[in-house]
């Protein structure tokens, strides 16, 4: 009996505990982690892109923290401890300066649109590694190439007022929409294109003077792509 009692009490004091605190620690962790990483890509971007990083105001600055901060909460919340968590934060904070830099300057530029593919690629393709699900990253290859092309055709042959930034966009969204399976892709590229059209609506019903091209369709794309992430199994 003495012998259970001692090997009980090891086991108890070798198992590290465990429960809702634990996971309320690690996604206000994140949290905090992509807030800090979103201030140094804003200052990276003010140096690497001085016509696109500033000047920022303190309310801006605080809009954009907190906005990094609730989206990696939010993305630990949705994936945990996994593999593919980094890749998703960097779509984040990514995300959130593109739709900055979109909305005041209505550009996406490529060199932070293009670098987000390659660095998704290489984070999911370490996940994929890690968790064996090679069919996953060849599924998001796959998803980017097809809601590039989808976008391209619509930028080409409608006058929604779609550019080419919001078409190269497109190729990292359905690569990072597309790793999570097909329902994924569908509803993020289908509910992207719904969100930016009624942004245009509604701006062109406040002010009749702004024509469809002037609307920034890149955060519209991010929200819904971002939304349909975080919310779809």
């Given at each position: ?19 809702p605190s634990t996971g309320i620690l690690f996604i ?44 990696c909460a939010l993305l630990a919340w949705r994936f ?122 509604v701006i062109m019903l406040r002010n009749r003077g ?24």
């Open positions: 009996m003495s012998h259970l009692v001692t090997a009980g009490s090891i086991s108890l004091l070798s198992v590290p505990p465990t429960g206000a962790g994140i949290g905090l982690v992509g807030a800090c990483l979103g201030q140094l890509a804003e200052l990276l971007i003010g140096r690497a892109l001085p016509h696109l990083g500033g000047p920022l105001t303190v309310r801006l600055r605080i809009t954009t923290a907190a906005a990094t901060f609730g989206l945990g401890p996994t593999p593919e968590l980094p890749a998703y934060i960097l779509l984040a904070i990514a995300g959130v300066q593109l739709a900055r830099i979109d909305l005041l300057h209505h550009l996406l530029p490529n060199r932070m649109v293009l670098p987000l593919l390659g660095a998704g690629l290489a984070l999911l393709g370490v996940a994929a590694g890690v968790s064996g699900e090679a069919g996953s990253l060849l599924r998001g290859a796959v998803g980017a190439l097809i809601l590039f092309v989808l976008y391209l055709f619509l930028a080409l042959t409608s006058r929604n007022g779609l550019g080419m930034g919001d078409v190269k966009l497109a190729a990292p969204l359905g690569l990072y929409l597309g790793y999570l399976g097909w329902s994924h892709l569908f509803y993020g590229g289908a509910l992207g294109f719904v969100a930016g059209g009624l942004a245009s609506a702004n024509k469809p091209k002037e609307v920034a369709y890149g955060p519209s794309m991010l929200a819904a792509g971002l939304a349909v992430i975080l919310l779809l199994p």
